[in-house]
């Protein structure tokens, strides 16, 4: 069974410094990942996702993610970071199986933004 | 192009009533996701389904809980008899028809059920 690990469950961060959210994923070969925000009382916005190809991903909001197979990782990163980014970020993998289509998601990085 | 409905935003209901939750996919999406958050917890997969077919309904209690997508019309989730420990958020995410490559779900702004 695949399972994703948060290992960060809050972080603090002074806005303008730069941000890296880990996640680890655990399945025998390679599925599609995903990094979503949650902001309080709000629905989950994709930020990027990973299927295959080039290991560093663009998204949205200046943040990108690298694929590392080596390390079973997918961190988020951005290399400064707004008082309008604190929100729950989630780390998502899904294996691609017709039929089986279920995200299994970590349980979240609470992200603080000090001035 | 309006993202994925979800109605109600917040509902209350007391234990042993019954709770209805619709979701409404993006248009063009024939799949339909249903997802549950705890408090403090991340979300957890409940059913999928397509038009007028459960698909996989592995993460479903097997007890009071019940899902459709019918022909026409929203998904509906619901929970019959409610009881405390299912207040929670109950997120819907749709996704287009399967072609490997695209495989992205994309999630409504939930339901967050309290019950009495």
């Known amino acids: 069974a695949q399972s994703v690990t948060q290992p960060d469950i809050h972080i603090t961060v002074s806005e303008g410094a730069s941000l890296e959210l880990r996640c680890n994923y655990s399945?025998?070969?390679?599925?599609?990942l995903f990094w979503y925000v949650q902001s309080p009382g709000q629905g989950l916005q994709l930020l990027l996702k990973?299927?295959?190809?080039?290991?560093l991903v663009q998204g949205i909001k200046g943040f990108e993610a690298e694929f590392k197979r080596s390390q079973s990782s997918f961190n988020l990163r951005k290399p400064s970071v707004h008082w309008s980014d604190a929100a729950e970020y989630f780390c998502?993998?899904?294996?691609?199986?017709?039929?089986?289509?279920?995200?299994?998601f970590g349980t979240g990085t609470r992200l603080t933004i000090i001035p | 192009n309006a993202g994925v409905m979800q109605n109600p935003r917040h509902l209350v209901r007391r234990r042993g009533q019954e709770a209805r939750l619709r979701c409404s996919p993006m248009?063009?999406?024939?799949?339909v996701y249903w997802y549950r958050q705890l408090p403090e917890e991340g979300l957890k997969f409940m059913v999928y389904?397509?038009?007028?077919?459960?698909?996989?309904e592995s993460g479903m209690p097997k007890e009071r809980f019940s899902a459709e997508f019918p022909k026409e019309g929203p998904s509906i989730l619901r929970i019959q008899q409610v009881v405390r420990g299912d207040s929670a958020a109950y997120f819907c995410?749709?996704?287009?028809?399967?072609?490997?490559?695209?495989?992205?779900?994309?999630f409504g702004p939930g339901t967050r059920l309290t019950v009495l």
């Open positions: 995410a749709s996704s287009p028809p399967r072609r490997q490559g695209e495989d992205t779900q994309y």
């Open positions: 399945y025998g070969a390679t599925p599609y």
């Open positions: 990973y299927f295959s190809g080039d290991t």
């Open positions: 998502a993998s899904l294996i691609s199986n017709f039929g089986n289509e279920k995200l299994t």
């Open positions: 248009k063009g999406h024939s799949h």
């Open positions: 389904l397509q038009k007028e077919n459960i698909i996989d």
